[in-house]
């Protein structure tokens, strides 16, 4: 797991409020009789007011143009009016448009031009400045400012003044990696703000910045608890944007805790109300963690296309931590697409931006991505050099999720190459962290380990326990619905903005719209198909590769400590192979069956036959099975009912179905095929009173993309291809399948095959 950088987080201030009583009627009618009169003092005033009004609405260019056009009648007339406070509030203008430097600019021409005895003033004006620079990531003035405003607002208690000051030292120690610090002052914030009964959202800005230092510390309960805590508040008091911050947030925490799809939930909610602004920072972070997510389900593409878009915004806003972050991130990508010159290109670069802004959260992460790629290129001494520089930095840092993945990037180096004293010492330091904290990921990749470390030193009863604990956290995090869900939501979010991009296209040309559009469908359907046999393989894949690791471990116990092993542990071991040999045989003769259709190579053959026989001739295949289960198994139909159709392709359909039945079929149930004929053409359905299928379920069933498995009542592993194979048959011979279920009563399973086709 790569650390994040703080770019990617979206902290809060609750900073600018305005509030003007004057209602725009009174504006105008002072302004225009004191154009009329000459008075300018009067007409300064007026545009003032105005510029307040616009700024209140957000019209930032109408503001700006007012407080402008007042600020050069005061300069040329030299009136005696609060010039400080115009500069001041052009500053804050400037920076709710995101233009720091020009805000900088008018807070510090206002400095100049106040008098040192106006000391309230004075701490607004340094709190500004020093707001400015940790905006443009200069944090040395930002933190000297900072230090004089919260002085001032102390001596004067102004307690508001003082929870805003502290807020901000704390985010600027965050963004120096001094987590210590950062939270002893926002915390001292937080408590002030409810001591002061401050608002809901000021309040809630707190937590969010707490639950980001808590992420950072890798204390990911707390963080999720503070998270959730802002997140409800925000939206009951319909902030919109501050809600986009706190989703951001959340999904990066989900996506240290390898919950992909909770992650890139969150990611999208919060990028969809982003779109909305001009923000174009934050709504680069959440392009940015997107395509993390995307690199970490090994969509290479995807996470290319959304990490691309980030560092482009982040270039046009010239936010180097941002940029770094990219280059960080692109690295990886390439890295994983085994295209390491172009990896280290882009390390490189980021390394010497951080480098130079002491960037050492950052600094650390690049040298271990570094160090773990010069341990695929077996430069074990780089790869140690690396990994060892960035551990010695967390260790300082105190950061836990990235010292759990650095020890255990040094085990697997340590592993390599044959030292496994070294190996075990540090995949248990990660091990010790990871468990504390539930880094599932690192602990999947720790039992892996482990499980290798004791296989080649023979331990193979340690080995296997290591192994399944390994596959056990590998199913929860890689869970088949989860990345459906995943891939949903990415479909939903590319299909929002083809909409959008799509009305912009018919005001152009609605003809040529039409013609693209049907071009672009045809291609996407094209993808959409290779993107789903592509996932189908790779499940596949997965699944075969369980089994066959479990056959192999516990054969290599059974053949190196037979003598030494109990008779009853004898039994167990062989009952596991038996167990894990049926379960592949069905798995590779229901692939080959679909991949014979699906080439072409499965010739259809259809003749006529006595359906019953087939029926009876399938139960006695599988009664064994049922009767282990006790389960009643009866036939309801003719015993001459004819058929005309492919007699290979019904047989495999229906002992698919009745195996269906019989795995999520309760002891003593009740299984029974029934079939019925008429001028249309022949129904066969399969009804058992087992368990049943939740509707939301059910549409699941005959799709590739959403591969869905679950274990039987007694715990029965399923292929999960066999209703594919069902329905690629019926469909041959231009019939329907279907389900009729209720969850907790049972499922009916019908298959219709008309008279012609």
Known sequence: MNLKNKNKFDTQENYFEHKYDKSIQEIQNTLKLSIQNKNKHDEAVSLINYGGIYFEQKNYAEAEKHYIKALNIIKKEDLKLKEPGLLKNLGLLKIEQYDFLSALDYFLQALKITPKSNKRVLSILYHSIGYSYASIENYNDSMKYLKKALKIREELKLSKGITQTLNRIGLNYYYQSEYKKALKYLNDSFELKKKNKESKKSICSSLNNLMVVYHKKGEFKKALE??????????????????????????????????????????????????????????????????????????????????????????????????????????????????????LDYYKKSLNIRTKDADRTGVA???????????????????????????????????????????????????????????????????????????????????????????????????????????????EILNIQ??????????????????????????????????????????????????SKDRFFNILAHDLKNPFSILYTTSEILA?????????????????IRLSSKHILKLIENLLEWSRSQSGKKQFQPVNFNLYEIVESTFLLLNQSAKMKNISMKIKMKKNLGIYADKNMIRTVLRNLITNSIKFTNKDGNITISSSKNKQGTTISVHDDGVGIKKKDQKKLFSMDKHFVTMGTSNEKGTGIGLLLCEEFVKKHNGKIWIESKYGKGSKFTISIPLKF
Do not use: P
């Open 560 to 576: 190196s400590y037979y003598k030494e092993l109990s008779e009853t542990k004898r039994v167990e071991y062989i009952s596991t």
């Open 365 to 475: 992460e690049t040298l271990k991505s570094i160090g773990m790629l010069y341990l695929k290129l077996n430069d074990h001494d780089k790869a140690l050099e690396h990994l060892h520089k960035s551990m010695k930095i967390i260790e300082e840092l105190g950061e836990k999720k990235s010292l759990s993945t650095t020890y255990i990037n040094i085990a697997k180096l340590y592993f390599t190459i044959n030292d496994y004293k070294h190996a075990e010492e540090y995949s248990k330091k990660s091990f010790n962290i990871a468990k504390k904290y539930d880094h599932k990921d690192v602990l999947q990749d720790d039992y892996e380990l482990m499980s290798q470390i004791y296989s080649d030193q023979r331990k193979y009863k340690k080995s296997l326990e290591c192994y399944k604990k390994f596959i056990n956290i590998h199913d």
């Open 226 to 343: 503070t998270g959730h805590q802002a997140l409800k508040i925000f939206e009951d008091l319909k902030l919109i944007k501050e809600s986009s911050f706190v989703l951001n947030n959340l999904g990066l925490v989900y996506y240290d805790m390898a919950l992909y799809s909770e992650a890139l939930k969150y990611q999208f909610k919060s990028l969809k109300i982003k779109e909305r602004s001009n923000n174009l920072l934050t709504i680069a972070n959440s392009l940015s963690n997107i395509g993390s997510v995307f690199n970490k389900l090994v969509d290479y593409d995807k996470a290319l296309e959304y990490e691309s878009n980030a560092i482009d915004l982040r270039i046009k806003m010239n936010s180097r931590r941002g940029i770094s972050d990219s280059y960080n991130n692109l690295g990886n990508i390439y890295q994983n697409k085994k295209d390491f010159k172009k990896a």
């Open 482 to 531: 989860k990345q459906n869900e995943i891939f949903n939501m990415y479909l939903k979010h590319e299909n929002e903005k083809k909409e959008k991009e799509n009305e912009i296209y018919k005001l152009k040309n609605i003809q040529l719209i039409e013609s693209n559009e049907k071009l672009r469908d045809s291609r996407k359907e094209l993808q959409r198909i290779n993107a």
